[in-house]
């Protein structure tokens, strides 16, 4: 189960990208897709964008308010 190293303010995400419904949490990979950046939905408001600094541990690298 990957560790993720954020305090997100909507819990829901957290626990459905650690539960596997990516789909939900629109949880994907940026493109181009071999650059290893990884995003998804906190609330309406902002994205999340993060990498795998190891193969259990999520790191958020930027929060970001795409309205």
Known sequence: ???ILAI???EK??????GG???RAQ?????PQDCGIWQFRINHQFRAFC???DAHTLVV?????HQ
């Open 13 to 18: 995400m957290k626990y459905a990208i650690l």
């Open 27 to 31: 949880f994907k990979e940026r493109q």
């Open 1 to 3: 189960m990957p560790l």
């Open 51 to 53: 990498f795998f600094s």
């Open 61 to 65: 690298a930027r929060i970001d308010n």
């Open 8 to 10: 997100i303010e909507d």
């Open 21 to 23: 419904d990516t789909k």
